[in-house]
């Protein structure tokens, strides 16, 4: 009974040492299999198949110059001097319109044509006192001749010289009321009386909007239309935090809108809003250097600004991949076998992308076309 008291407790003895053993080979066994994924978690084994799928091609850090391409974004506006608010000078009833909104016209063309018989009457007095006033120079110069010889008193003489005065102030007063409502004077006669006259287009341009319709009566101070002057377009662009201080007053810029994005016109930065708003952005206004009919009220447009060209050393694009808001390359260590490095980039342009302190990269083979494939296939090996 002693004796076999003793063989079950060396039994269990030997047990609990196996046990032991056990758990401090797995616990070994663990450790090196993680010591091995730590030291091997930046790197990646491609087989020749993944490899001529990808299509992948190696380069080499190169020193080029290269230039900040920073990309806006904004809308047309215009400048409140060249929004315009037609009205016809004399009140009258709108007899037809000959422009539709959004349409172009050219200076001096007719808009609309407004009718009534004030205009006759306008004319009619101008007519009449051009008569009188003849009438009234011919019997001053007659006073004149008879006051010499003092067959006339000095008061009738004075007398002739006012009425001459003040007829010929009145002509030339109805004389301009007629200019400003497009009637020449000078070419007016008994016969060419009209009841008629054109409202005429200032500059050129395009019609925003029309206020009138045929047959209604306007006051002189109805707006009939509200014309825009093109030449009076602003681009308003929102210039990002990080941008503002690379974007200056006088810059040449490239816009162009989303219907045309290959046909790009230049303009000039002319001013910049100093503050910045609450989502971190300020404002740059721009004028296009010549106009562009393309190019209208509230249009939403994209813009791209050149900044400080410099010498420096890069990769291509395709090279730099970013994952969690980090940037990486990859270097080809040979074998298939490809090492994902830490990178920080500075400027990029639409081939080339800066890469600060890069003297580690200098003579390595850094992959090029299918790095992102490489860090899908890293990525993929961590999960």
């Known amino acids: 009974m002693y004796l076999k008291n003793i063989s079950i407790l060396s039994l269990s003895v030997i047990l609990i040492l196996s046990s032991c053993s056990g758990k401090k080979e797995e616990e070994k066994t663990v450790y090196e299999n993680t010591k091995f994924k730590e030291k091997d978690q930046n790197t990646v084994q491609m087989s020749d198949k993944q490899l001529q799928s990808i299509g992948l091609t190696t380069t080499t850090v190169q020193e080029k110059t290269m230039q900040k391409l920073v990309r806006l974004n904004g809308k047309v506006e215009i400048e409140p001097s060249h929004i315009s608010s037609i009205s016809s000078i004399m009140g009258g009833h709108i007899k037809s319109i000959n422009v539709i909104n959004g349409s172009h016209f050219s200076k001096g063309q007719i808009l609309a044509v ?10 009619q007095d101008y007519l009449v006192t051009k008569a009188q006033l003849e009438s009234a120079r011919l019997n001053l110069n007659r006073q004149k001749d008879l006051n010499i010889t003092k067959a006339t008193s000095d008061k009738t003489l004075q007398t002739a010289q006012a009425d001459y005065s003040t007829l010929n102030a009145t002509l030339r007063g109805l004389e301009e009321k007629l200019r400003i409502i ?3 004077a000078k070419g007016l006669n008994s016969s060419n009386i009209r009841s008629r006259i054109n ?24 707006t009939l239309f509200e014309l825009i002057n ?15 201080n690379d974007v200056k007053i006088g810059q040449e810029i490239l816009v162009y809108n989303n ?8 303009a000039k930065i002319v001013s910049i809003v100093p503050s910045i708003e609450n989502g971190g952005s300020s404002i740059a206004v721009a004028k296009l250097s010549s106009p562009n009919p393309d190019f209208i009220k509230g249009m939403y447009i994209n813009a791209e600004v050149t900044i400080n060209s410099r010498f420096t050393i890069g990769l291509p694009n395709e090279s730099v991949v970013s994952f969690e808001s980090k940037n990486y390359v990859f270097e080809d260590l040979g074998n298939k076998k490809y090492k994902m490095i830490p990178v920080n980039v500075g400027i990029s342009d639409d081939q080339f992308t800066e890469i600060l302190k890069a003297d580690n990269l200098k003579d390595k083979k850094i992959v090029q076309k299918g790095a992102y494939s ?3 296939a890293l990525k ?4």
């Open 114 to 123: 407004v009718e009534d018989p004030q205009f006759i009457q306008l004319q």
């Open 199 to 222: 409202v005429y287009a200032p500059f050129s341009g395009f019609v925003s909007k029309i206020l009138v319709n045929n047959g209604q009566y306007i006051n002189p101070s109805d």
């Open 380 to 383: 993929n090996k961590a999960d």
């Open 182 to 184: 497009g009637i020449n």
């Open 259 to 266: 219907q045309n994005p290959d046909k790009k016109s230049a």
């Open 230 to 244: 093109p030449s009076g377009l602003l681009l308003e662009l929102k210039v990002f935090e990080n941008d503002v």
């Open 374 to 376: 490489l860090l899908m």
